[in-house]
């Protein structure tokens, strides 16, 4: 089961590569795997990753757009 609520936020592709932040609102953060650090510019990968999540996302079946239920 890896399916994800349509309501959580995906990070912006632009943002940092260890927490997703954007650079303007980043400053310091702590992430578990660099602990404390600046924005990191990320790479070119995460950028493509990150896209093609809020693609499918968007384009997720069931998701609300087509089946919406009056309850
Ligand atoms: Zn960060």
Same mark, same amino acid.
């Given at each position: 089961?890896?399916?994800?609520?349509?309501?959580?936020?995906?990070?912006? !592709?632009? =943002?940092?590569?260890?927490?997703?932040?954007?650079?303007? *609102?980043?400053?310091? #953060?702590? /992430? $578990?795997?660099?602990?404390?650090?600046?924005?990191?510019? !990320?790479? =070119?990968?995460?950028?493509?990753?990150?896209?093609?999540? *809020?693609?499918?996302? #968007?384009? /997720? $079946?069931?998701?609300?757009?087509?089946?919406?239920?009056?309850?």
């Amino acid at each position: 089961m890896t399916e994800q609520r349509s309501d959580e936020r995906l990070p912006n !592709p632009n =943002g940092c590569r260890w927490c997703g932040v954007d650079k303007q *609102r980043h400053h310091q #953060r702590w /992430a $578990p795997e660099v602990r404390w650090h600046g924005w990191a510019e !990320p790479t =070119g990968e995460q950028r493509k990753h990150r896209m093609l999540a *809020r693609r499918a996302r #968007r384009q /997720a $079946p069931g998701s609300g757009a087509t089946d919406r239920l009056a309850s």
